[in-house]
């Protein structure tokens, strides 16, 4: 058997930072650090951080006053940055930059009253806090649609302006159909400058496009709860490539490689390389032989943390 790596895999730019932020936040102040959701949607990362002394926490209300706050890479609503001053917390904010570009957006567009529909999936964090940055008034409002049908039941005017925004980890392809229903059913359509769907959501997927040509099943190394997890599975599994989500080695099962010659292998953005090491190590014991490294998009992405938190 050959492992076949995708390229690029794992860790994003985001991800990094965030991670950074939590660390050098417990370097600095110490225990207990206090995270709003999970930093990232990974049970290896946040369990580790668990052990450091991080309590993640869904209820800002429950932190004592004075705490240090640090909002995940999803991103928060108003709401909860209202909630975190009248406690007087100390705040880092560890959202995703391409996430807060859309934060941005969405604030403007309600600040001039453009209805906006939002692209996602209900009850995600980086959902509810893109939403929660939609001051809604009589005059206009942000409803979410997940899939083709909730665009054709909108009442909006179709001759008046609509705006529409995404969430950054979504399938381009089913985000690219929906907006094409946007465009057919509403004369008038505001688009982001820039898509919405990250540059990391979008390298993975691509990446994945050329392992489901190569291999007879593939391994997605992520957590349930990860959305840009969850879309690689998808795309390998509509290629007619079986495909398994895995949060770490243990979750292998020797019956899935029978008779299959290419393995293909990635991760979701929030999953560390060190996962996919074992998970490699693993398949070998199982007999893979070779290793063989995808081409693949190079990233140089980096942001920067607060100034605060930056002890290197």
Not at 160 to 166: H, L
Request: charged share 25%; hydrophobic share 35%.
């Amino acid at each position: 058997m050959n492992i076949i790596l995708a390229n690029p895999r794992g860790f994003c730019a985001g991800v990094d930072r965030a991670i950074e932020i939590t660390n050098n936040a417990l370097d600095l102040f110490g225990p207990p650090i206090y995270v709003k959701h999970e930093i990232v949607h990974n049970k290896y990362v946040v369990d580790d951080l668990k052990e450091k002394g991080v309590i993640f926490i869904e209820d800002v209300e429950t932190i004592p006053e004075h705490s240090i706050l640090i909002y995940s890479a999803h991103g928060v609503s108003n709401k909860i940055i209202d909630q975190s001053e009248k406690r007087n917390l100390k705040v880092f904010n560890a959202t995703c930059p391409l996430v807060t570009k859309v934060h941005m957006e969405v604030s403007r567009l309600s600040q001039k009253n453009i209805n906006t529909i939002l692209i996602g999936h209900k009850g995600h964090p980086e959902v509810e806090g893109t939403i929660g940055r939609y001051t809604s008034s009589s005059d206009s409002t942000i409803i979410l649609v997940e899939n083709e049908d909730d665009v054709e039941k909108l009442n909006f005017d179709v001759n008046s302006e609509i705006a529409y925004v995404t969430q950054t980890t979504l399938s381009i392809d089913d985000t690219q159909n929906i907006i094409k229903v946007i465009k057919k059913k509403f004369k008038n359509v505001i688009e982001p400058n820039k898509g919405d769907i990250c540059y990391a959501t979008t390298n993975r997927q691509n990446a994945v496009k050329e392992l489901t040509k190569k291999c007879d099943i593939i391994f997605v190394v992520g957590s349930e709860n990860s959305s840009n997890s969850n879309r690689l599975k998808e795309i390998s599994t509509r290629s007619g490539v079986p495909a398994y989500l895995l949060d770490s080695a243990n979750d292998l099962d020797i019956k899935w490689l029978a008779n299959k010659k290419n393995i293909g292998l990635t991760a979701g953005a929030s999953a560390p390389e060190v996962l996919v090491q074992s998970i490699i190590s693993k398949l070998k014991g199982f007999g893979a032989l070779n290793i063989i490294n995808s081409e693949g998009t190079e990233e140089n992405v980096t942001f920067k943390i607060p100034k605060e938190l930056n002890i290197k």
